[in-house]
């Protein structure tokens, strides 16, 4: 059985989405103002049938792109699979070829490593209430998957080295 988990979003990025649709709305609406007046003139003119298609077409794609994020953003735990899902983008990874998980206490944030050096990773935004669960899940799925934490106090003396 599939496993799923919301994408997490900042309130800066809601509001960022909501003004996007708020401005494709807007020029959704301008643009169609426009066209009707352009119907009343000399409609021959082939660049502004391009240009009002064109505007049309960008109005509607990123109204739906951001529809498409705000509700199907979420992680996706398959039996073989780790799926990200991001509106319309989809980023798979072979549950195999997850290597480790940690848990970075102090900045409140949980990786995803892909090799023994963790060069190759994704951060995964989440509830942090739903970490313990969505660990849980991997390592149900692939038991081959090492989990492991760090404290506050481990990551600035880390920081510090650096």
Not at 60 to 84: D, H, P
């Amino acid at each position: 059985m599939d496993k799923s988990f919301p994408f997490k979003f900042t309130a800066l990025m809601l509001v960022l989405f909501y003004l996007g649709l708020v401005l494709c709305a807007f020029g959704f609406g301008f643009t169609l103002w426009r066209f009707l007046n352009f119907l009343q003139e000399d409609i021959s003119d082939v660049y502004s049938w391009i240009q009002f298609v064109l505007l049309f077409f960008v109005c509607l794609f990123l109204g739906t792109l951001i529809i498409s994020m705000l509700c199907r953003s979420r992680y996706v735990i398959t039996e073989k699979q780790l799926i990200l899902q991001f509106g319309f983008i989809k980023q798979k990874y072979e549950l195999k070829s997850i290597y480790s998980v940690h848990l970075f206490k102090g900045l409140n944030k949980l990786a995803v490593y892909f090799d023994d050096f963790k060069t190759k990773y994704t951060v995964v935004v989440v509830k942090d209430t739903w970490y313990d669960e969505f660990v849980k899940t991997l390592i149900e799925r692939n038991p081959k998957i090492g989990f492991s934490f760090s404290t506050p106090e481990e990551e600035e003396e880390y920081k510090k080295k650096k």
